[in-house]
């Protein structure tokens, strides 16, 4: 075997040699691409009890937050504005009592008005439950949806959290995190 046939150059090899060359100096002088920013985290609301009316300015349009209210609590749902932000898959919910419409799974059974929640069925009243559960360890709770002003708690100074298996009720009853208003 003659070792000059072992470093023969051929018109593969010269393809190949100007390919590489071009990728290392492609690589060698490439400029950095600034990385997009990241999006705006906004700061936890501070823990506040809501009426409808002052729930629907977190809507995602008329304040950057997207609230909304479900089995009577208040979810801080901004981090998830890709479902529940304006014009998306669930976007009809922000700013409303979201029960009745997860419930049923019908988003057009949300309302801007008070609801009760009569008339939901105990499967229905499950599956806003089921969505709940979901809710308080992922987003933020910000306080509880009431009927009226003098229904509303005092938090302090206390910002949103996510509460977890933490009642809402043993917050705003327990020690001086909070108490309820006397009105």
Request: avoid cysteine; proline fraction near 4%.
């Amino acid at each position: 075997m003659d070792l000059s046939s072992w470093f023969e150059f051929t018109m593969y090899d010269a393809v190949f040699l100007v390919v590489v060359l071009g990728f290392f100096f492609y690589w060698l002088t490439r400029s950095e691409q600034p990385l997009p920013a990241p999006p705006k985290e906004l700061a936890p609301l501070p823990m506040s009890d809501m009426t409808v009316e002052e729930l629907r300015k977190y809507d995602g349009v008329k304040n950057e937050h997207i609230l909304f209210g479900l089995n009577g609590t208040i979810y801080d749902v901004t981090r998830g504005k890709g479902f529940y932000g304006p014009g998306k898959a669930y976007g009809t919910l922000a700013g409303h009592d979201a029960t009745r419409a997860l419930g049923t799974m019908d988003q057009n059974a949300v309302s801007s008005e008070w609801d009760d929640h009569t008339g939901i069925s105990a499967d229905e009243q499950e599956t806003a439950n089921e969505w709940e559960t979901q809710f308080k360890f992922k987003y933020l709770t910000v306080g509880r949806l009431v009927k009226n002003s003098s229904e509303k708690a005092d938090y302090g100074n206390r910002k949103s959290f996510v509460r977890g298996a933490e009642s809402l009720d043993s917050i705003i009853n327990g020690g001086d995190e909070g108490t309820k208003k006397d009105n």
